[in-house]
Nanobody
């Protein structure tokens, strides 16, 4: 399974950006898909996840501003980010796993597959 993230860039405070992650390999429909982010010197942080049932979960810091979605026909998971803040600046990673239980959905170590990361910079 390989993941390829795209869509990062530079945006002003209050702006929007859409990240996309393409997942290659079999069994996409069964995967829980997540987005995480990381800044230098800090641990990887949960942003959002979407389960095979399309149930979504968000970190409190992004709830109401970010929306995660999946397209099972295209094997993609997107993260629509709105009302961006400078503190959203980070490298964003997509992740996938087929065996995650709900209580572990926000834990990076529980995901087996990761994309390469895409940088999002929000200027003040």
């Amino acid at each position: 399974v390989q993941l390829q993230a795209s869509g990062g860039g530079l945006v002003q405070t209050g702006g929007s950006l859409r990240l996309s992650c393409t997942v290659s390999g079999r069994g996409f429909r069964q995967y829980t898909l997540g987005w995480f982010r990381q800044t230098p010197g800090k641990e990887r942080e949960f942003v959002a996840a979407i389960r095979y049932s399309s149930t979504t979960h968000y970190a409190a810091s992004v709830k109401g501003r970010f929306t995660i979605s999946r397209d099972n026909a295209k094997n993609t998971v997107d993260l629509q980010m709105s009302s961006l803040k400078p503190e959203d600046t980070a490298v964003y990673y997509c992740a996938a796993d087929s065996r995650i239980i709900l209580s572990s959905i926000s834990i990076p170590d529980q995901y087996d597959y990761w994309g390469q990361g895409t940088l999002v910079t929000v200027s003040s």
